[in-house]
């Protein structure tokens, strides 16, 4: 069962903010909340990570509700190099507890920033 | 930091020729990952290692696959004999070891060796 749900694609103009949603309802006390994404051609890059906080880099924002059933990635002013496909994943932080299904991303989301 | 290296950038051959891709990951990094993404089933974890341990090869699709870490800068995954099913991206990751319990893993990963198994 895929433990993370978001839409196929999503689209974007330059210089807005660009909300990308991902639902995990089944997320336990311990699992932490990921993001990824994967320009065309290159390796999945590091986004962001939370817990039940909201967090903020220099890349990104990323909101978690307070249920944590769900999570929002913002980048707040969108551009074209930003148009890649974005993974949420969910996953413990405890190698010992590592497997497979926790590292599989998934389709993720295609976002696609427009002129 | 030059981050994660792979080589070959691209392979093609035959099937039933043995291809070996390689890895270095970056330098203090502890965990190295090896995955493979297609189409189909989307990026996939293959194995990983800890401290050049292999601890969880339950994503190795079958005995065909191998994989080694002789020491921290140097790892291989070996397609013997390969077959055109095998045709894929596969990408090598590498993170720092977990330094308490309220630290997490951000896993660094290569820009990926594409495979073509005629």
């Known amino acids: 069962d895929a433990k993370t749900t978001q839409p196929p694609s999503m689209d974007c103009a330059e210089g807005r903010a660009a909300n990308l949603p991902c639902n995990h309802s089944?997320?336990?006390?311990?699992?932490?909340v990921y993001w990824y994404r994967q320009i065309h051609s290159q390796g999945p890059q590091y986004i962001i990570h939370?817990?039940?906080n909201n967090e903020t880099n220099e890349m990104a924002s990323l909101i978690i509700t307070e249920d944590r059933k769900s999570s929002t990635l913002i980048l707040p002013h969108a551009t074209l190099r930003d148009t890649a496909v974005y993974y949420c994943?969910?996953?413990?932080?405890?190698?010992?507890?590592?497997?497979?299904?926790?590292?599989?991303f998934g389709a993720g989301t295609r976002l696609t920033v427009k002129p | 930091d030059a981050g994660v290296i792979q080589s070959p950038r691209h392979e093609v051959t035959e099937m039933g020729q043995e291809v070996t891709l390689r890895c270095k990951p970056i330098?203090?990094?502890?965990?190295l990952f090896w995955y493979r993404q297609t189409m189909m089933r989307g990026l996939e974890l293959l194995i990983y290692?800890?401290?050049?341990?292999?601890?969880?090869d339950s994503g190795m699709p079958e005995d065909r696959f191998s994989a080694k870490m002789p020491n921290a800068s140097f790892s291989t995954l070996k397609i013997q004999p390969s077959e055109p099913r095998d045709s894929a991206v596969y990408f090598c990751?590498?993170?720092?070891?977990?330094?308490?319990?309220?630290?997490?893993?951000?896993?660094?990963f290569g820009p990926g060796t594409r495979l073509t198994v005629l």
């Open positions: 990751a590498s993170s720092l070891p977990l330094a308490g319990a309220s630290s997490t893993d951000t896993q660094y």
């Open positions: 089944t997320i336990s006390g311990n699992e932490y």
């Open positions: 939370g817990l039940k």
């Open positions: 994943i969910v996953r413990v932080a405890d190698f010992l507890l590592y497997n497979n299904n926790d590292m599989r």
């Open positions: 330098s203090g990094h502890d965990y």
């Open positions: 290692f800890n401290n050049n341990v292999p601890i969880d």
